[in-house]
């Protein structure tokens, strides 16, 4: 007689906001179920935001999991972009409920998963559905972060630029100076820390998202 097949759990891990000067840097985890497949699933980057919102939604809606996890502003700070990252992937992938039996991650690093077997992959947001959900469920998430930072800090429009180094990001911060949500180990706001701010209130506390 033979045994029953076990359960195989592929978890596609992608995060969000590594290059920007400011908020959180965001990480999901995404189990998707192999016989409900979305289509137009790619790189966050490469959908408008009105793609990516149906997309959230129908990732939401049909996958196996989801987890969503993030890194402080201070943890970027203290441990550096990189390892932030890791530990908001990380983060992401203990939230889960199903334990993955494989666990795809985005990118040439891999956080430490504490035994389980895990792949990373470049540009595995282009190439394996996966982890594109997982960029897209992140992205959506720190879009949405910054939304709310743009309402505490109303003179640096977070809303529109994400935090990023735009031209008009860098021009808010030489006028007001760095609040307490710009990443203080980035040289471009390290440069102004001399300089008075507004605002130097304590940064937002971790946030999570999941399925539950």
Aim: aromatic share 4%; glycine share 4%; net charge positive.
């Amino acid at each position: 007689m033979t045994e029953p097949s076990v359960l195989k759990y592929v978890a596609g891990v992608d995060e969000a906001g590594r290059g920007p000067l400011a908020g959180p840097v965001v990480a999901a985890a995404v189990i998707l179920d192999e016989t409900c497949p979305i289509s137009g699933l790619t790189d966050s980057k490469k959908l408008s935001a009105s793609q990516r919102a149906k997309l959230e939604v129908e990732i939401k809606h049909s996958a196996l999991d989801w987890a969503v996890a993030e890194a402080s502003i201070e943890e970027i700070d203290r441990l550096n972009i990189l390892q932030a990252s890791l530990l908001a992937m990380k983060r992401a992938v203990f939230l889960l409920q199903r334990i993955p039996t494989l666990v795809l991650i985005d990118g040439n690093r891999l956080p430490d998963l504490s035994g389980l077997e895990a792949r990373a992959i470049v540009k595995g947001d282009l190439s394996e559905p996966c982890i594109s959900a997982a960029s897209i469920l992140a992205k959506e998430y720190r879009d949405r972060q910054m939304v709310i930072l743009d309402q505490l800090y109303p003179l640096y429009q977070f809303a529109r630029h994400k935090g990023y180094p735009t031209k008009l990001h860098r021009e808010l911060l030489k006028l007001h100076g760095a609040c307490a949500v710009h990443r203080q180990s980035f040289k471009p706001v390290k440069d102004l820390l001399n300089k008075p701010t507004r605002f130097r209130s304590s940064c937002p506390e971790i946030l999570v998202e999941s399925a539950t």
